[in-house]
């Protein structure tokens, strides 16, 4: 159960601040033990790779912390956080972050990532809904990097309540446009929540949906298959069962999205290279990861996108299918 705000405000954000300056006390005995480590373990230099990048992320979450609050006493103790200077002062900061954790992982841990698609002057002046396919540790991160720093987006995301056991994400995401949501609760309120952020998009905003709800694993697939065939859906389950690399989606979200920015075109993201990682083994046996992961962009204008709930279901689910045939023929 996610602790309460005061709880997150003055014990786990100060917590990771104290934490990071105790850990930079010992690096020297840190880097040592990573350092007799490395030769004794399979991979190349994993624990030293491993080692680098948690204190990285420990040194650049503290330093997003101190910010956060920084801006929080500039703003007037939180009354002008929702003014427009201090919004785009966030996204900056977040701008930032993920600029070097993603610099980071490309030195340290080998990460590279091929992108096929439309450019990004295509976007230029036109609000966006992004509805990504999720597999793999940090693909969300990916996908908002890619739009703030490559694309030069303003995100609004709906993501799970459980990601504000993060001090940082919790703070920052707490004061931008973006919706927590507890998968499972409320379906109703949850989708009208959707609907609400998605309205007012401007030029330079990208609403980010992930509609099949979670991570992919083979597991939580045969329980989406099962749960259609539970709601008498026999039809949409024999196509999610033909679909062996994403989740069923699921519409209510993206339907809301629609609903909520009918000005908006609408760019399909998928992806692979992230898809068998998903447990902490899986990722340790990777690094440092070789492969590429390979990133594929569709845009299609608001102009293009069909009217109507049923409609625009049908679509979702062709859309659907075209990415799990694209990660196929990777």
């Not at 201090?86 to 993603?102: N, S």
């Not at 608001?302 to 045939?325: C, F, H, K, M, N």
Request: hydrophobic letters at 50%.
């Amino acid at each position: 159960m996610l602790p309460p705000r005061w709880v997150r405000r003055l014990v786990l954000a100060p917590g990771v601040v104290v934490l990071t300056v105790l850990a930079f006390m010992l690096v020297p005995v840190w880097l040592l033990a990573a350092a007799a480590a490395s030769p004794l373990l399979p991979g190349r230099f994993r624990p030293l790779r491993a080692l680098l990048v948690l204190l990285a992320h420990l040194a650049l979450e503290s330093v997003l912390l101190v910010a956060l609050f920084a801006l929080w006493v500039a703003s007037g103790f939180g009354l002008a956080l929702r003014t427009p200077p201090f919004q785009r002062m966030h996204y900056r900061l977040v701008r930032f972050y993920l600029w070097q954790m993603f610099w980071l992982c490309q030195v340290v841990l080998r990460v590279r990532v091929a992108v096929d698609g439309p450019a990004p002057e295509s976007y230029a002046g036109r609000p966006l809904v992004v509805c990504c396919r999720h597999a793999g540790p940090g693909d969300s991160f990916l996908l908002v990097h890619a739009l703030l720093n490559w694309y030069g987006r303003e995100p609004r995301i709906v993501l799970k309540d459980t990601l504000q056991w993060d001090p940082a994400i919790d703070i920052v995401l707490n004061r931008l446009p973006s919706r927590f949501i507890r998968p499972g609760h409320d379906p109703d309120s949850t989708v009208a929540r959707i609907g609400e952020l998605a309205a007012g998009l401007d030029g330079n905003d990208a609403f980010v949906i992930f509609p099949e709800g979670g991570n992919f694993t083979p597991r939580r697939r045969e329980r989406a298959i099962a749960r259609l065939h539970r709601l008498g859906l026999h039809r949409m389950a024999a196509r999610a069962t033909r679909m062996m690399h994403v989740l069923a989606p699921q519409p209510g979200g993206f339907l809301a999205a629609l609903a909520g920015a009918p000005q908006a075109d609408v760019v399909w993201v998928a992806h692979t290279g992230l898809d068998d990682l998903t447990t902490a083994a899986d990722i340790w046996r990777a690094l440092p990861m070789d492969r590429p992961i390979q990133m594929r962009w569709w845009q299609v204008p608001a102009s293009e996108v069909p009217r109507g709930p049923d409609a625009q279901t049908e679509w979702l689910y062709a859309w659907w299918e075209r990415i799990d045939a694209w990660i196929d023929a990777q």
